[in-house]
Every structure is written in C-alpha cells, then in structure tokens.
C-alpha cells in the first residue's frame, strides 16, 4: 500500500489533468524570453530535486500553492518522491503558455504555462521507467513558480498521509515529524512555552534533516519572576525578555515577560520571542557568527544575524499557521505591534555590535521570511 501510494505520488506531484484554457494557447505575446525564462525556471526545479534541495524547492513554488501545503509536509513528500526519480534525466518537452483554471482552488491565472517533461524514475518494484509529466507555471509578477498538483483529492491525500510523518535521519542526528497540536490560543497558559518548544525543535530539525548541517536540540531554561540564571553568557535575570547564549547553546527565557503576554492574548507574540532566540540556535548549527569585522562566509554583522532571525521566525511561522498551531490574525497583530516595538531606536547605528534592525526592518524582514521562506531572508539550505 505505501508503495503504491509513492509510486502514485510520484507521478501526480508535478502532472495535472486540465488542459490550458481552449484557444488561449501559444499567441504572438509569448516573446523568446518568456520561453527562457521558463526553462531556466523549470531547469532549477531539475536541479534542486536532484541536488535534494527540498528547501529550495518549496520556496520556488507559487505562494498560492504553498497555502494549500506546509513546508514540513512537503518535505516529507519531496523525499519520497524524488528519492525515486533518476537524478540528470528529466527533459523539458514542450511549453504552452495560456490562460489557466487551478481547480484546487478555482482560481484563474492569466499568464500561466504547462510545460512537458519526461523523467526517468523508478516503478514500485526499484525498476528504471521512463514517465510522461507535466508542470504548472504561473508568473506571480516577480517570478515563474510552479503548484504542486490541480489535485484536490491528492493534495488531500497527501496533507493525511504525512501528518505526523517522521523526517529522514541526516548524519548522526535524530528526527521527529512536527507535532499536530491544538491551536496556540487553545493550550493552557503553563504549557504554551512547552507547546512552542516542541514544535521549534521538530520544525527545524525536520528542515534541517535534508541538508549537510546537523542539528541538536538547544537547552531552554525557563527563568521565574525574582530569579537569576548564571548563564555561560552571563547572568538572566528577570527583565531581561530572552537571549540565546552561543557558549553553552541555550536560550534563556524571562517567564513573567512572556507570560504576560500570553495574559494579554498574544499567545502567538511570546512564541515569536521563543522563535526569534531559536533562529540563533539554528544559526550557529550552520556555521553562523556575529562580528563587527566580517572577513569570511560566515562572519556576519550583528543587525545581519539579528533580521535573520526575524526572517526565519516569519518561516516557522507561515508553517505553523498552516498547521493550525497560529491564527494569521494573531501573527499580523504580532509583525506589526510587537516587532515594530523591539525595533532599536535612532541613537543605535546600523553597525552598532548589538544592532537589531529599526522597526521597520524588522518587520520587512519577518515578512520576507512569512512570504518568500528561507530565499527571503538570503539564505539557501
């Protein structure tokens, strides 16, 4: 049964059954470099699959489609997909461009392209076939990015199947599935650090599990009104919001601080706190470090890694709310109220060693990471 629903899979992941819109067909506007630039387009897509850039390859798909799909679901199903298919094989056979219907959710593209592929992948008994396929394009005014299927059964069919399903182990590091919990407003108020907790580290470790870096869980301590943690960093004590200490890989969290906002009903905004310090984590798991003298690859400035992290929070949290843990409403509530307030204020410099980013940038920058995944926020993994 598994492997007939691969092999299925495999198959309908990237072809569709409705034509482009009768007579709507190659016309005298589709120009040499529309037709270049869809190759490039599709060609990228070839690569990244069989590079098993994951990452990229739900990045580059249309953001109408990433709506219907979570990035860790996806992941999941690239895997097993393109585990199958023959790496440096697939061809593009033929473009038309027109004017299409998704029949997920019946919206119409105007400038849209089916372009035909042949790939060699391999059957549910391990044998080399050559298969017919078929990918939908549509320029988003900025680009050519691609749905994952006009299905609505298979899209369906694919968000049941791998609710729940466990990443592929990456060098020595374990992997868990992101957990399906209850939304964020709807957990008891001392089980919501817990709750974020659990599905940051399943998130990243399932992003990270398709790439060379390995990830370990960071520490969390948890630090109580009145109370101060000696941290390798230095001391926590309460007012100090949240940090993430590089030195001893832990991130310490100001309970009250938090808690209050959760008091407040901005559940979702002490979450993007937890997020933001958790992007540190992931950060440094990459190689990442923060320097007033940059003078290689992975020595960057301080606002640099600070709108990072922003970035990466608005990726989790774009995942999440399609997951249901978050309300969109809870998270344009927090990008514009709470991430605008922690912009630093004018006497800080851009360069300053501790800069994060003014208001404005701050928001633009977990925007990006919530509307373009991780190419928005200058990052491939």
Partial sequence: ???????????????????????????????????????????????????????????AMHPDSQNVISRTVALNLFNDVYSRVVSGQ??????????????????TYPNAVVVNIVQQVLDENNKPTWVEDRIFLANDGAAWRWFISDSSDFIDQVNSYYAGASAPESGSSTTSAVPQVTNLNDVPRDQIFQVVVNDLDAFYRDVLSYTDFIYESPGVVVVAAGDSVMSACGPASTGFYGFYCPLDSTMYLDEPFLLDMVDQGNAFAAAFVIAHEWAHHVQTSIGLERTTRPDAWNEVHSIELELMADCFSGVWARDAELRGLVDPGDIESAINDLVFSLGDPKFIGEYDPQAHGNGQQRVRATLNGYEQGFTGCNLSI
């Avoid at 009768?22 to 990244?48: C, H, I, K, P, Y």
């Avoid at 473009?95 to 029949?103: A, L, P, R, V």
């Fill in 1 to 59: 049964m598994v492997k007939r629903f691969l092999f299925a899979a495999m198959v309908l992941l990237l072809s569709v059954s409705v034509p482009l819109a009768s007579g709507s067909a190659q016309t005298d506007t589709v120009t040499a470099r529309d037709q270049a630039q869809v190759a490039m387009a599709v060609n990228n897509l070839f690569e990244m699959a069989g590079a098993l850039d994951y990452n990229g390859l739900y990045d």
């Fill in 90 to 107: 697939s061809q593009i056979v033929g473009m038309e461009f027109g004017q299409w219907t998704w029949e997920v959710k019946g919206t």
